[in-house]
């Protein structure tokens, strides 16, 4: 029997989303699993989020409301107020997939430095557009992301000691930056084999799509090195090319 209990802290990062945050706050308050602390990070809203999250505050360990220079800078606020042995971060309009989600997560395999999982994708009418157009590879590696980004940020649970603060030089994709650093410190990755995250398509790195793909390519040069990474972006322009030609335009809108 897996007696692997750990304490997880899920972080919601928010800012002026009254239509998605309960979703994501009852996602997260509805989890079967008992050792979560949930922590909420708002920008300062202005549109009624705040007074959803008061209408939770009884489920939610920790929230703040006050202003911010950015998606990281606010995550970065969260990480510093974790004390959970993992931590997960549920932005919001993003869901974790059913209540008996993060157990399953943590019954998949003991004690794991990481856990990742797959995600199905939304669109705003909350209709499903199907799984990611990179799936989760079987086995994930700090190289996995040389040829795209296959498991989203909603989708990995990584213990808090290897994680450091986000780097606030990249305004759109320091999360993939993120997840490299923490995966070269696992020892052990855990592929849980199921889907674990809803993900709502959009966000600031849709909007500027060109400005994600310059920091996207600048994050894995640095850590693959500049050549093989314009060797992997011939790889990943000829498989989108394939993707095209077989399915139309991808439901993620990623590499």
């Not at 360990?61 to 969260?78: F, L, V």
């Not at 799936?135 to 190289?143: E, G, L, N």
């Not at 060109?210 to 011939?234: A, C, D, M, T, V």
């Amino acid at each position: 029997m897996n007696t692997f209990s750990p304490k997880l802290t899920v972080i919601t990062v928010v800012y002026n989303d009254v239509r998605g945050i309960e979703r994501t706050l009852l996602s997260v308050i509805n989890q079967t699993y008992p050792h979560i602390e949930y922590l909420v990070i708002d920008g300062a809203s202005t549109d009624g989020t705040t007074e959803i999250i008061q209408r939770y505050s009884g489920h939610i360990t920790r929230w703040i409301s006050e202003p911010d220079s950015g998606i990281y800078h606010a995550m970065n606020k969260g990480l510093a107020l974790a004390t959970g042995d993992y931590v997960l971060f549920m932005n919001s309009g993003d869901e974790i997939y059913d209540p008996d989600t993060v157990a399953q997560v943590f019954a998949s395999a003991p004690n794991a430095d990481i856990y990742y999982g797959e995600t199905e994708m939304f669109d705003a009418r909350w209709e499903s557009l199907g799984l990611r157009r990179h799936a989760a590879p079987d086995r994930f590696t700090w190289r996995s992301f040389r040829y795209g980004m296959n498991v989203s940020h909603q989708a990995i649970y990584i213990r808090r000691a290897i994680t450091g603060p986000y780097d606030l030089r990249y305004q759109l994709s320091a999360d993939i930056d993120w997840i490299i650093c923490a995966a070269k410190k696992a020892k052990t990755i855990a592929h849980t084999r199921r889907l674990v995250a809803k993900y709502l398509v959009g966000g600031m790195s849709k909007k500027r799509h060109w400005q994600s793909l310059r920091e996207r390519f600048q994050i894995f040069s640095k850590h693959y090195g500049l050549l093989p990474n314009i060797f992997n972006h011939i790889v990943i322009a000829i498989n989108l090319a394939a993707y095209y030609a077989r399915h139309g335009k991808p439901n993620d809108g990623s590499l």
